[in-house]
């Protein structure tokens, strides 16, 4: 029988707050954070952040650091609005997983049953021409990584495919961006290796055939009105405008404005609603859909997905011969489930401080979150830093495990 959601609207609240020491925190530990953000603001590794750190359900810890716009010295506050980037997979990846639970898309279709323009689908090949996918990739594969698709940022003959294209311009639909790339070779044959790539955005395309809505309506309806992401979208309405973060660039010891927020493409709505990468939130409305996820797909009192379904997320679903995932580098120790990293085992040699069955993600622009299931503790940390960099979620990782030990 398909899942079905409680028929009741509850209307959503603020979640509560707790001190740290009523939560079973070390609020002496706890208090490092702001001098270890402080110095990171100092050697301008960031203009500003936010983190918000939830124990048991409750709020521990909240609080914001320098500035959303340096220039106009306007300070970060609960109410910045930021770009999520690869943030936006998780929820997108929720979304598939409620139509897989209401029976209207099964994780082993191959991605043809919804998108029809992947039929003659090939493997690139490094000698001879490329040779037809066997078997074609599958929801799963799009969930997972798995289905051999690029991101047309690398310098693998097919990703300059990509480039030509433009998949990821936000002036294309979603229909629109799957037809580029449906002419692209696959990297290798799906369910063999892993590889970040523009699955997610694929899978935002299927969510609309599947769903028979708009991709952005779908997750307004299932998503954001219910769990209370009043702030949580594809574009910042004018009146919202003056929340949205700058950009920053990390440019030696300099940190220079890359993307004003006053004159970001993210103030206008998108052809491009981009399941991969195009939300815009807040760290509360975030960490509402993490906490979500973290009681196993209810929030409230109302249930958005099994626990058996967010078992699925939140654990290893890589196959044995694939290994850990590498991104950059290889993260020794890490594998994915459908729609999150998840620790598999300690190793050293990649983020030393995750403890076994922690869960997360990050965006481009260095957002950063980690759930830990056996520590009922959820952090999200929240900046505009461009390149990509794990310098606040490495800062205060440490400190969170450590006010933890009992």
Do not use: C
Not at 33 to 54: C, F, N, T, Y
Not at 122 to 128: F, K, L, P, S
Not at 183 to 188: T, Y
Not at 233 to 249: C, I, S
């Amino acid at each position: 029988m398909p899942f079905q959601l409680i028929a009741e609207e509850i209307a959503p609240s603020p979640i509560p707050v707790s001190t740290p020491a009523e939560a079973g925190m070390s609020p002496k530990i706890l208090a490092q954070i702001d001098p270890a953000i402080e110095d990171l603001i100092e050697r301008k590794k960031l203009a500003g952040g936010s983190v918000l750190i939830l124990h048991e359900g409750k709020i521990v810890y909240q609080k914001q650091f320098g500035f959303a716009n340096r220039s106009a010295k306007i300070p970060m506050t609960k109410e910045t609005i930021f770009r999520i980037y690869s943030m936006s997979k998780a929820i997108t990846s929720a979304a598939a997983l409620m139509l897989y639970e209401e029976e209207k898309l099964n994780l082993d279709d191959p991605i043809t049953r919804f998108l029809p323009e992947f039929q003659l689908l090939n493997v690139w090949q490094r000698r001879g021409d490329p040779v037809p996918a066997d078997p074609l990739p599958t929801i799963r594969d799009l969930l997972r990584h798995t289905a051999g698709f690029s991101y047309g940022s690398g310098r693998h003959p097919v990703d300059r495919y990509y480039r030509r294209f433009k998949p990821l311009d936000r002036d294309k639909t979603l229909a629109e961006m799957s037809r580029a790339i449906s002419g692209a070779p696959l990297l290798f044959q799906p369910g063999t290796k892993w590889n970040y790539g523009i699955n997610t955005d694929l899978l935002a395309r299927v969510i609309e055939v599947a769903s028979g809505q708009p991709f952005d309506k779908f997750l307004k309806e299932r998503f954001f009105t219910p769990l209370g992401m009043p702030d949580s979208g594809f574009f910042v309405p004018p009146e919202k405008a003056h929340r949205l973060a700058d950009v920053y660039q990390s440019k030696g010891i300099f940190l220079t404005t890359k993307e004003p927020g006053k004159t970001s493409p993210f103030l206008r709505k998108p052809a491009n609603l981009s399941g991969g990468g195009g939300l815009v939130s807040t760290i509360n409305d975030y960490a509402r859909f993490l906490q979500m996820i973290a009681n196993g797909g209810e929030f409230q009192g109302k249930r958005y997905l099994t626990e058996d379904t967010v078992k699925l997320m939140t654990t290893n679903q890589l196959p044995d011969d694939i290994g850990a995932i590498t991104l950059g580098k290889t993260r020794h120790g890490t594998g994915f489930g459908l729609g999150f990293s998840v620790r598999t085992k300690s190793d050293p040699r990649w983020d030393k401080h995750a403890p076994v069955g922690e869960f997360g993600w990050g965006g481009m622009a260095s957002t950063h979150y980690w759930v830990s299931p056996k520590d009922k503790t959820l952090v999200v940390t929240m900046e505009q830093t461009l390149p990509y960099n794990s310098f606040l979620e490495s800062t205060i990782k440490p400190i969170v495990y450590k006010a933890l030990e009992k």
